[in-house]
């Protein structure tokens, strides 16, 4: 639809941005990473405000974007839930140590969980359980990836994954665990709306899909991170790739 096209336009900034990534390095790596977030960020937001008004916007926002900002400058301090780590100074400005494009991150992810476990499941704890599982699934390339660039590392990395030093187990359990708390949070202030499938939802599932499978590409072939690509390729995969037949059935 017409009306739509700013958001395909977002996504296909997006995409541009994302695949020229492996391809650079250094500081220019570092500000795609931060325009890739930015694009992202807008993108889920302005979806949901389009698509489900400005109450699910704020209430995105409010959860996802403060609540994100919360739990890291918590973790930076306390080293819960996530472990001990620090974020080095590639990313932008920081505020209690906490680089502002990270809250912004985990917005533009949530989102899509979302929306996703609306077509996977029919009621709502099914629905938190399901997106709060995407949502922690996709730091399984996340953090492998930032790590190996530098921009942020723990003090105590161990036990980690199997061929995935530097992450320590401990950090996915925290995301897990937040992801539960937000998606509870979103799933009730965002109110009915909230709940609904929309038709306008397509940019936010190819999204979803393209975050997936870009990544497991990019792990395995460009960035040299097999093991994450492994990890992330199966778990994220049992949460993503479902969605593929439930898109065809709603069409």
């Known amino acids: 639809m017409q009306k739509d096209r700013p958001l395909w336009a977002l996504l296909g900034a997006l995409v541009l941005v994302q695949i020229c990534y492996p391809l650079t390095r250094?500081?220019?790596?570092?500000?795609?990473?931060?325009?890739?977030?930015?694009?992202g960020y807008v993108?889920?937001?302005?979806?949901?405000?389009?698509?489900?008004g400005a109450r699910a916007a704020l209430a995105l926002v409010a959860t996802a974007t403060l609540g994100g900002?919360?739990?890291?400058?918590?973790?930076?301090?306390?080293?819960?839930?996530?472990?001990t780590y620090d974020y080095s100074g590639q990313l932008g400005p920081?505020?209690?140590?906490?680089?502002?494009?990270?809250?912004?991150?985990?917005?533009?992810?949530?989102?899509?969980a979302w929306l996703?476990?609306?077509?996977?499941?029919?009621?709502?704890?099914?629905?938190?359980?399901?997106?709060?599982?995407?949502?922690?699934?996709?730091d399984l390339f996340l953090d492998p990836q930032m790590v190996a660039?530098?921009?942020?590392?723990?003090?105590?990395?161990?036990?980690?994954?199997?061929?995935?030093?530097?992450?320590p187990i401990g950090n996915y359990l925290g995301w897990l665990g937040f992801a539960?708390?937000?998606m509870t949070v979103l799933a009730a202030a965002t109110g009915p709306a909230g709940h609904r499938r929309d038709g306008g939802d397509g940019p936010m599932m190819v999204l979803w899909l393209w975050t997936y499978a870009s990544s497991v590409l990019a792990h395995a072939v460009f960035l040299g991170l097999p093991w994450s690509a492994l990890w992330g390729g199966v778990l994220m995969g049992a949460v993503v790739l479902p969605l593929i037949p439930a898109a065809r059935r709603g069409a």
């Open 26 to 39: 250094g500081e220019v790596r570092a500000g795609l990473t931060v325009a890739t977030v930015v694009l």
């Open 116 to 138: 996703a476990a609306l077509r996977l499941a029919r009621s709502r704890p099914a629905r938190i359980a399901l997106a709060a599982a995407g949502l922690a699934a996709w």
């Open 149 to 167: 660039e530098g921009y942020w590392s723990w003090d105590s990395p161990t036990p980690a994954l199997p061929g995935v030093p530097g992450v």
């Open 94 to 112: 920081k505020v209690l140590g906490v680089p502002l494009i990270i809250p912004l991150a985990w917005t533009w992810m949530a989102w899509p």
């Open 180 to 182: 539960l708390l937000l």
């Open 43 to 52: 993108l889920s937001v302005a979806h949901a405000w389009r698509c489900r």
């Open 69 to 83: 900002f919360a739990i890291e400058a918590l973790g930076v301090a306390t080293g819960f839930p996530f472990g």
